[in-house]
């Protein structure tokens, strides 16, 4: 009986984990427990207030590596509004493709707050992408980026300020400079433009005084940045995440193996040292 009950030891080497094998008793309270476990452990409770998780929903940009992926333009005024291309439902007579020949708007946002506000349909989203890789840091062509929408097609302005989202390939009409205003906000931002031929900048800004309904009007034509031409610029909270892992430092293997070098330069040293007692007979040991 002694011996029975040793052998159902394992032996265990410092630093292992015990790992004992359950009864069908215990798989029976374990699998109770997983049952009542709360499914809001890693969101909080929404009874005590808890926050979400960090890497969910939509958060305010905060450098320029934010503008590359799914993005959503914000506009505070008396309401929150946000960018967006006209509604599938208010174009279902037309393609989905010629949707994109309607100027995109800044439709009203109902019950929400410039904080919380995030985009609830795919026309209100736009994925940015650097339009010209930098060849120098200070290189403005490398700030530049595109907006493409659901259809495929870019967000646009011509040299008279229209603003369209027609353009299914990248042109200087597609291209836009981002400026992030910090002091402004969160998330705080103004997109210029230049037309070819021009010697101006123009901001994308929304015109306020003339309201359509439930939505603002868009054009490019303003000279310099007043308060309708800045704008809440918002990005995956996820995406942000993951960019901010993939660029942190990772400890590389060539960096922190100097005492492979060391050995083989003290494995040098040595032999040069035993080199020179053999020269000199000074220690039998040697040979």
Known sequence: MEYQETRAKKLLFKGEKCTVRRGKVDKAKHKHKSKTKPNNQHRGDTNTGGDRDASDGWVPVMTSSDLDGPLAFFFRDELVYVL?????????????????????????????????????????VFVGRKSIPATEPTDPEGRMHSFKSYTGTYLSADR???????????????????????????????????????????????????????????????????????????????????????????IDNDIYSPSANSTKSSKSHTETLLDRREKLKSDRYCK
């Open 160 to 250: 008279h300020g229209n603003v369209e989202c027609k353009a299914v390939a990248i042109g200087p009409l597609e291209m836009w400079t981002p400026v992030l205003l910090p002091e402004r906000g969160d998330g705080a931002i103004a997109l210029m433009t230049r037309s070819p031929g021009s010697s101006e900048d123009c901001f994308l800004s929304v015109e306020t005084h003339k309201t359509t309904g439930r939505q603002l009007q868009v054009h490019a034509g303003a000279s310099s940045i007043g308060f309708c031409q800045v704008f809440t610029a918002k990005c995956q909270a996820a995406l942000r995440k993951k960019r901010i892992v993939s660029s942190s430092p990772r």
């Open 84 to 124: 967006s291309l006209p509604p599938q439902e208010d174009t279902q007579a037309q393609a989905i493709s010629e949707v994109g020949l309607m100027p995109p708007v800044f439709l009203i946002l109902e019950n929400t707050s410039l904080t919380e506000a995030e985009p609830s349909r795919i026309e209100q």
